[in-house]
């Protein structure tokens, strides 16, 4: 079964301090693999995909096929990095129209 | 234009209403999605359009209809609706090319459904 598991529902940080936030999938095949976040009153959006190995806002995210995982890392986390998480797996073969399939969400919160 | 815009943004209907909700983008997407977000849990998908032709329908009841009369408009035809099904209802496009890797998914804002 394709599955997105997310264990923490909440992560609270100071600011300044290190992130991550976990992600495991279980799929049969390629994966494809998505962090979006979700600011506060703001629509969903595409953060990081692992196809990329980009680094945006800081972060980064490494498929890790032995592990089936694709943490998120940042080294130094911002006040306005606070949003909620969504990791997200594409599990949709045949054709680019993607099907999502998203993990539970995490909150990271970040104290001054 | 580079985002998907979606109406209204609240919507409170009867369980006896029909009513719609739109969605639009000019990105030259091919690809259209619906999605159903309740509170504080993930997205769950409903519908997906490819080239103006549904492709996935997961076991949505049949009161919500989709209909996407271009490859720039989708809409979701609402009737006899539950109060359970009050939610965010999120419209996506993506660019929908024919190989390569997933295409990335282009969220709207959404509309706050509420069913009485």
């Known amino acids: 079964a394709q599955r997105v598991t997310q264990p923490e529902k909440l992560l609270s940080v100071f600011k300044g301090a290190p992130v991550e936030l976990k992600c495991n999938y279980s799929y049969s095949g390629s994966p494809e693999l998505f962090w979006y976040v979700q600011y506060s009153r703001q629509r969903l959006q595409l953060l990081l995909r692992h196809i990329s190995r980009e680094s945006i806002k800081g972060f980064t995210a490494d498929l890790n096929k032995g592990e089936t995982s694709f943490h998120l890392k940042k080294p130094f986390a911002q006040e306005e990095d606070s949003a909620m998480y969504y990791c997200a797996l594409s599990g949709f073969r045949s054709s680019n129209t993607g099907k999502l399939i998203f993990g539970q969400g995490t909150t990271l919160q970040v104290k001054p | 234009d580079t985002e998907v815009t979606q109406t209204p943004k609240h919507l409170v209907m009867g369980m006896t209403n029909k009513k719609s909700l739109k969605c639009e983008q000019h990105?030259?997407?091919?690809?259209m999605y619906w999605y159903k977000q309740k509170a504080k849990k993930p997205p769950e998908l409903m519908f997906v359009y490819s080239y103006e032709k549904l492709s996935i329908n997961e076991s949505v009841p049949s009161r919500f209809s989709p209909e996407c009369p271009n490859s720039s408009l989708l809409n979701l035809h609402l009737h006899a609706l539950q109060p359970e099904d009050s939610a965010l209802y999120l419209c996506?496009?993506?660019?929908?090319?024919?190989?390569?890797?997933?295409?990335?998914?282009?969220f709207g804002p959404g509309t706050r459904l509420t069913v009485l």
């Open positions: 996506a496009s993506s660019q929908d090319r024919t190989s390569g890797h997933t295409d990335t998914q282009y």
């Open positions: 990105m030259g997407h091919r690809a």
